[in-house]
C-alpha cells in the first residue's frame, strides 16, 4: 500500500466524520495537494492577475513630506541656489584642476554667499547637517566630501578631540573657510590599522613644544584631502612620545591628534619642514586635492595638542582621564564615527540618484512588443523589474535605517552614553559596510539597465560609480567594518548567556536565540497564504531566525578551531562565516526600521506604498538567501516557491507606482539629469551635446 492511500480524498465517504476531517487537513500541511495547473498555465494565470490588480493611489506629496523629514526646507535652499547659479554646476567635461577651483568655489559660494553654515550643526544638530550634505552631494559628489573633509573631519577633529581653547582659537576660521584645513591619518602603509600608524610627535620640554616628524617613507600621510591645494592646516594623527630617564628614552603614549599648519596663512607657501605632494589625477571625485604629507622636524605649540583625552602639562607629565592607550584610542575613535554616518547617509543619496534616472528612463524607454501592437516600456519586462524593483524597494528601506542612524548619532552626541556609544559605533559600521556595497554593485546594475544612453557621461552612471567606489574603503574598510558587527555580536552574545544587558539594537537576540535553540515548527513551514507571507512579524522572524543561527554556529566552529589553530586563526578561518552574520544582522536591523516607519506613517496612501515597498524588501531577500532557510527546513518547498512568486507580484505592483517612488525622492532635474537621451524636451539639448 502506497502512503497516498493512507490519506482521505476529498471525496471519501467519511469525509463528514470528524476524525478524518482532522486527519485530512493534518495530510494537507504534511503533504500538501498538487496543483492542478501545469507550470505555462500557472503563469498566464499569474500574468493575469498582476495585470488586473488594482494600482495604489500615492500621494506624492505626502510621501515627499514622509521621505524629506523636518530638514526639508535647507535641502530646498541648497537645490534652488545652485539651481540659480548654472555657472557652479558641474559640467560632464572638466579637468582636474578645474574641477578642484570649482569645488572650492561652490563651497565658497555656500557658505558666503547663500548662508547655509554647516560648520555651527556638526555638533549642535548633526541631523540638520547630514541633511545639507545630503544635498551638496547630490549637486557634485566631490563638494560633498569637500565639505565634509572641512567640517567633519578637520572641524570635527577640532570639535571633538579639542577643548575650549581649541574651538574659541580656530572655530569662526573654520566656519567661514578662512581656515581651510585636512585630516591627516591615513598612511602609506597604515589605513585601516590606525594604532600602526608611525608618524611621532615628541615632546620638547625645553622649549615647550612637540616635533612631527616623519620617520621613513611608510609613515608619510597619504590621501589626504584638501592637501594638495587648499589646506593651510591639517589635524595630523601621531604616537606621542614623552622624554623618560630610563634607557628608552621616550615613553608611547599612544595614538593622538595635534593641529599642524602647513601653509603660510597669507602667501599660501608650504611652511619650513613640510612637504606636500599631490596624488594626482584619480577614478573619482577629482574635485578633492588629495595630497601627502611628509613632516621634517616640524615644531608646533604644546596647546596644539588636541587634549581632551589626554593632556601633557609644562613639565612634561601626562595625565588623562582614561586609564590605558587602548581606552583613549576607542575614545578617540569614538568621537569620529560621523564620518561614517555621513557616509552612509550619503550613499543612500546616491543610490536615490541613480534610481531614479534608471527607472524615469526604463519607463519612457520602449522597445518590442506583441506582434502588430506598440512596442512596450522597457520596465514592463520581468528581467528590468527584477534589476530594478528590488533596488527601489532596498533604497527606500535604507534611507529609513540611515535616518535612525543619524537619529542615534545625535541622540549620543547629547548624551554621551557609554552604551549607546557602542551601539551607534557598531551600526555605524555596519550600515555604511552594507550601503556603500549594495550602492556600488546598483550603479552598475543601473547602467546596465539603461543600454547605451547610459554609457553617455552626461546621464552621470560613470560619474556616480567612479565617485562612489572609494565609499567604499575610507572611513573603514568596509570588510574590517563588517568584522568589527561580528566582532560585537559575539560579545553580545556572551552577554546573553552570562544574563548581561544587551545593547539596544541587539535585543532581539534574546527571543530569536532561544528560538534557534529550539526546532522549527513544521506547520507553519509550509504555510504559504499571501497574508502570512506580508506579515510583518513572518519576516522579521525569518531575518532573526538567520542571523541568531549564523550566530551560534559561527561561535561554535570559533571555539573549535581556537584549540588548533589560535584565536586569530580561527577567526581567519571562519572569516567569510563572519562576514555573512554581520550582513545578515545589518539587514535585519534595516527591516526592522522599514517596518516601524511603515507603522508609523500618518498618511494612508504613502503607508500603503510602503507597505508594499516593505513586503518586496523582505520577500526579495529571504528568497536570495532561501537556500539557508530550506536546508534548515524553515521554509518548505511550496512555501519557498510562495516567496518566489509573491516575489515577482510585488515587483510588477511596485513597478505601477515607480514613478511616483522615484518622485518622492524630490530631486531637481538639473540633479537627476534623466531620462535625458529620452526626454522629448531634453532631447535637443542631448543631440546638441554630441554634436548633431
Not at 163 to 175: A, L, Q
Not at 321 to 344: C, D, H, M, Q, Y
Amino acid at each position: 500500500m502506497e502512503t497516498t492511500d493512507l490519506i482521505p480524498s476529498r471525496t471519501d465517504d467519511n469525509e463528514s466524520h470528524p476524525t478524518a476531517r482532522r486527519i485530512q487537513r493534518l495530510s494537507l500541511h504534511l503533504t500538501p495537494a498538487p496543483r492542478p495547473l501545469d507550470r505555462t498555465d500557472a503563469q498566464l494565470q499569474a500574468l493575469t492577475c498582476a495585470s488586473r490588480a488594482a494600482k495604489l493611489n500615492v500621494d506624492t506629496k505626502s510621501l515627499i513630506v514622509c521621505m524629506r523629514g523636518k530638514h526639508r526646507d535647507v535641502q530646498e535652499k541648497v537645490f534652488e541656489f545652485f539651481n540659480a547659479r548654472p555657472e557652479l554646476q558641474t559640467p560632464v567635461e572638466i579637468s582636474k584642476d578645474d574641477h578642484r577651483e570649482l569645488c572650492m568655489r561652490q563651497l565658497l559660494a555656500l557658505v558666503r554667499e547663500a548662508g547655509i553654515r554647516p560648520f555651527g550643526y556638526v555638533a549642535e544638530d548633526p541631523a540638520k547637517y547630514f541633511a545639507i550634505l545630503e544635498a551638496v552631494g547630490s549637486v557634485d559628489m566631490s563638494l560633498g566630501i569637500k565639505m565634509g573633509v572641512q567640517y567633519s573631519l578637520w572641524g570635527g577633529a577640532v570639535l571633538n578631540l579639542g577643548t575650549k581653547k581649541h574651538k574659541d582659537k580656530y572655530y569662526d576660521g573654520i566656519d567661514n573657510l578662512e581656515y581651510p584645513g585636512c585630516f591627516a591619518m591615513t598612511e602609506l602603509h597604515h589605513g585601516s590599522n590606525v594604532q600602526g600608524i608611525q608618524t611621532v610627535a615628541t615632546f620638547d620640554p625645553i622649549t615647550d613644544e612637540f616635533i612631527i616628524d616623519t620617520p621613513n617613507d611608510g609613515a608619510i600621510k597619504w590621501w589626504i584631502g584638501n592637501a594638495a591645494v587648499h589646506g593651510k592646516f591639517a589635524s595630523v594623527f601621531a604616537k606621542l612620545m614623552l622624554p623618560t630617564h630610563d634607557t628608552k628614552g621616550v615613553s608611547d603614549m599612544g595614538v593622538h591628534a595635534f593641529i599642524v599648519p602647513i601653509r603660510d596663512f597669507k602667501t599660501h607657501e608650504t611652511l619650513p619642514g613640510i612637504e606636500i605632494h599631490d596624488c594626482g589625477h584619480k577614478i573619482g571625485l577629482n574635485g578633492v586635492d588629495n595630497g601627502a604629507l611628509r613632516f621634517r622636524s616640524v615644531r608646533i605649540p604644546r596647546d596644539n595638542l588636541l587634549n581632551r583625552f589626554g593632556d601633557v602639562s609644562r613639565d612634561g607629565k601626562y595625565t588623562s582621564s582614561l586609564p590605558s592607550i587602548n581606552k583613549r584610542f576607542a575614545a578617540t575613535l569614538g568621537e569620529l564615527v560621523g564620518g561614517r554616518v555621513g557616509l552612509a547617509y550619503s550613499s543612500v543619496s546616491v543610490l536615490k540618484v541613480a534610481a531614479t534616472i534608471a527607472i524615469r528612463y526604463s519607463l519612457l524607454r520602449q522597445q518590442f512588443g506583441p506582434p502588430k501592437q506598440p512596442e512596450v516600456s522597457i520596465l514592463d519586462y520581468q528581467s528590468q523589474q527584477h534589476k530594478l524593483m528590488p533596488m527601489l524597494a532596498s533604497t527606500y528601506a535604507f534611507h529609513f535605517a540611515t535616518l535612525h542612524l543619524v537619529e542615534k548619532y545625535s541622540e549620543m552626541k547629547k548624551s554621551h552614553d557609554e552604551q549607546l556609544v557602542g551601539d551607534v559605533h557598531a551600526l555605524s559600521a555596519g550600515l555604511k559596510a552594507y550601503v556603500t556595497s549594495y550602492t556600488a554593485k546598483s550603479l552598475s546594475t543601473c547602467r546596465e539597465s539603461c543600454g547605451g544612453h547610459g554609457y553617455a557621461a552626461v546621464n552621470r552612471f560613470g560619474i556616480l560609480r567612479n565617485d562612489h567606489d572609494i565609499f567604499q574603503t575610507f572611513e573603514g574598510d568596509n570588510t574590517v567594518l563588517l568584522q568589527q558587527v561580528a566582532g560585537d555580536l559575539l560579545k553580545q552574545y556572551k552577554e546573553k548567556f552570562r544574563g548581561g544587558t544587551l545593547a539596544v539594537t541587539w535585543n532581539y537576540l534574546r527571543e530569536s536565540m532561544n528560538t534557534y535553540l529550539s526546532q522549527p515548527n513544521p506547520v507553519t513551514a509550509r504555510w504559504e497564504s499571501e497574508d502570512h507571507l506580508r506579515d510583518p512579524k513572518f519576516q522579521l522572524d525569518a531575518f532573526r531566525y538567520r542571523t541568531s543561527r549564523l550566530l551560534q554556529s559561527v561561535a561554535v566552529r570559533l571555539n573549535k578551531h581556537s584549540k588548533t589553530l589560535g584565536s586569530f586563526g580561527a577567526w581567519n578561518r571562519c572569516l567569510n562565516h563572519l562576514l555573512t552574520l554581520a550582513e545578515s544582522h545589518i539587514e535585519s536591523v534595516i527591516l526592522e526600521k522599514l517596518i516601524e516607519n511603515v507603522k508609523s506613517c500618518p498618511d494612508a496612501s504613502s503607508r500603503a506604498a510602503l507597505k508594499l515597498v516593505c513586503d518586496l524588501y523582505a520577500l526579495d531577500r529571504i528568497w536570495n538567501d532561501i537556500g539557508t532557510y530550506r536546508n534548515v527546513d524553515y521554509v518548505a518547498p511550496n512555501k519557498a516557491k510562495a516567496i518566489h512568486k509573491l516575489t515577482e507580484y510585488l515587483s510588477f505592483q511596485v513597478r505601477n507606482i515607480a514613478g511616483e517612488l522615484v518622485d518622492s525622492f524630490d530631486l531637481p532635474d538639473y540633479v537627476t539629469r534623466a531620462p535625458i537621451a529620452m526626454q522629448s524636451e531634453a532631447y535637443s539639448q542631448y543631440t546638441q551635446y554630441v554634436g548633431f
